[in-house]
């Protein structure tokens, strides 16, 4: 059982569900001021302290129970039990509430030129990710072998480079795809941002502020849709 008793609370630092995530904490209630540089803010009305970290940090700190709860997109959740599991560290953790902020899709997207007959044209190729693990479950799952770069930024620029034949990355609009000469022909997983919670049991005191909390998060959700 964790110990402390101000609850603990993961999210990305900053980047595109920092904003959401502080929007979404604030119409909870929760008196928080993350303008300053402390990574650990108090929650000034409640007893919750809230972690700011980078996202791909998130679902290990929730795994190991570092932190109670997280807000992480489903990508970086799936791709980090993935490794977890492969690595043989703790890798469960329960989905609380999947957030309606965050919307994206694990897409494959190939050079505009590339002729595209279905998932076996894809067989033997070399893809640059920042989700390896991701993508080899896709292919496995479609009885295909990839080949695969790691990339944590600027992934859209390997084929043109000759680093891959194609990519694996985040789309939302296609916009970026479209500017770097790519064509998505592959959807491999949907996402959005999570509500996820550590597998150890919370003291009664923390149990009883995500009590609370936890309600009037499914209230802000709602009232979003
Ligand atoms: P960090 O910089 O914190 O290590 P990151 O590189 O994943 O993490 P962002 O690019 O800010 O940071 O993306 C955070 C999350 O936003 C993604 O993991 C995904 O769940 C979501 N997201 C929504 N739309 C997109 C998109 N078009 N491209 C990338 N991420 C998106």
């Not at 044209?121 to 990839?146: C, D, E, H, M, W």
């Amino acid at each position: 059982m964790t110990t402390e008793t101000r609850l603990r609370i993961a999210m990305q630092k900053s980047g595109r569900l920092s904003d959401d995530t502080q929007s979404l904490l604030k119409r909870c209630g929760l008196k928080l001021n993350v303008s300053d540089r402390r990574l650990l803010a108090h929650v000034s009305n409640m007893p919750i302290d809230i972690m700011r970290v980078r996202s791909s940090d998130i679902p290990g700190l929730v795994m190991d129970g570092v932190c109670d709860l997280g807000i992480v997109g489903d990508n970086t959740l799936e791709e980090a039990a993935l490794e977890r599991q492969l690595m043989g560290s703790k890798s469960e953790y329960i989905k609380t509430s999947p957030l309606n902020f965050g919307g994206c899709r694990l897409s494959i997207a190939m050079p505009e030129e590339f002729n595209y007959q279905g998932v076996d044209s894809l067989n033997g190729l070399r893809f640059a990710t920042t989700y390896p693990q991701l993508l080899k479950r896709f292919a496995s799952q479609n009885g295909i072998n990839v080949d695969f770069c790691m990339l944590n930024g600027s992934v859209e620029v390997a084929p043109r480079v000759g680093l891959a034949d194609g990519i694996c990355d985040l789309v939302s609009t296609g916009t970026t795809l479209e500017a770097n000469g790519l064509k998505e022909v592959e959807i491999i997983f949907r996402s959005t941002a999570s509500l996820i919670q550590t597998v150890e049991q919370l003291s009664p005191k923390k149990q009883s502020i995500l009590n609370t909390i936890l309600p009037r998060i499914q209230g802000v959700m709602k009232a979003k849709e």
